[in-house]
T-cell receptor, first 112, second 113 residues
C-alpha cells in the first residue's frame, strides 16, 4: 500500500518556467489537498478537492492551478514559476472531511 | 473557521510527560480537534483526534474540557525521537471547513537527553 505518492522529490526551475507536481493516492480517498511549507512556518493550503471534478481554492491559490479528473490523482500546476514559489509542497488525502489525513513525502521546489 | 493558538516551542527531558495546550476559543459545535506531528523533511503524520473529554491511543492522550475552548495533547515519557513540530487543528469531520484549515506554525518540541 503506497499511500500518497508525490513526484518529483526535488525540482529546480527557472523563473517563468511551468511544471506540474504530481500527487497520487491509492486509498480511494475523496478529499485531496495541496499545501506549501516555507522555512520555519506551518503549512498553508493552496487548493483542495472534495472529489473528482470538484476543486476549490485554499489560502494561497495565486500562481497555481489544479484539476481532479480521477479520484486517485490531483496534480498541481505552476503556470509561470516565480522565486516566491520556492517552497516544500505537500499533498494530502483523507477519506472524509476532517478525518485522518495522509501526507506525501513532499516536493522541494527551488525557483531561480 | 476556528483559530488555534499554541506555544511556539517547548523543551523537555527524556522520560518526562509532555503536555502541549492549544486554545480554540471559537470552536464550532461540530468541530473536532486533531493533532499532527511533523519531523524535518517529512509530511505531517496524524496523532490523535477527539471531540470531548478524553481520547487515548497507543502514542498519546488528548484532553478536552467541557467548554471545548482548549485541548491538551499529552505525550507520555518522551524520547529523543519525539522531537518534532506538533500542530493542533480544529474542524469538522462531517461538516464543512476542515479542508480549508491551515496548519499554523505549531509547537516545536525539543527533547533533551
Amino acid at each position: 500500500n503506497a499511500g500518497v505518492t508525490q513526484t518529483p522529490k526535488f525540482q529546480v526551475l527557472k523563473t517563468g518556467q511551468s511544471m506540474t507536481l504530481q500527487c497520487a493516492q491509492d486509498m480511494n480517498h475523496e478529499y485531496m489537498s495541496w499545501y506549501r511549507q516555507d522555512p520555519g512556518m506551518g503549512l498553508r493550503l493552496i487548493h483542495y478537492s472534495v472529489g473528482a471534478g470538484i476543486t476549490d481554492q485554499g489560502e494561497v491559490p495565486n500562481g497555481y492551478n489544479v484539476s481532479r479528473s480521477t479520484t486517485e490523482d490531483f496534480p498541481l500546476r505552476l503556470l509561470s514559476a516565480a522565486p516566491s514559489q520556492t517552497s516544500v509542497y505537500f499533498c494530502a488525502s483523507s477519506y472524509l472531511k476532517g478525518s485522518e489525513a495522509f501526507f506525501g513525502q513532499g516536493t522541494r521546489l527551488t525557483v531561480v | 473557521l476556528a483559530k488555534t493558538t499554541q506555544p511556539i516551542s517547548m523543551d523537555s527531558y527524556e522520560g518526562q510527560e509532555v503536555n502541549i495546550t492549544c486554545s480554540h476559543n471559537n470552536i464550532a459545535t461540530n468541530d473536532y480537534i486533531t493533532w499532527y506531528q511533523q519531523f524535518p523533511s517529512q509530511g505531517p503524520r496524524f496523532i490523535i483526534q477527539g471531540y470531548k473529554t478524553k481520547v487515548t491511543n497507543e502514542v498519546a492522550s488528548l484532553f478536552i474540557p467541557a467548554d471545548r475552548k482548549s485541548s491538551t495533547l499529552s505525550l507520555p515519557r518522551v524520547s529523543l525521537s519525539d522531537t518534532a513540530v506538533y500542530y493542533c487543528l480544529v474542524g469538522g469531520p462531517l461538516g464543512g471547513g476542515y479542508q480549508k484549515v491551515t496548519f499554523g506554525t505549531g509547537t516545536k518540541l525539543q527533547v533533551i537527553p
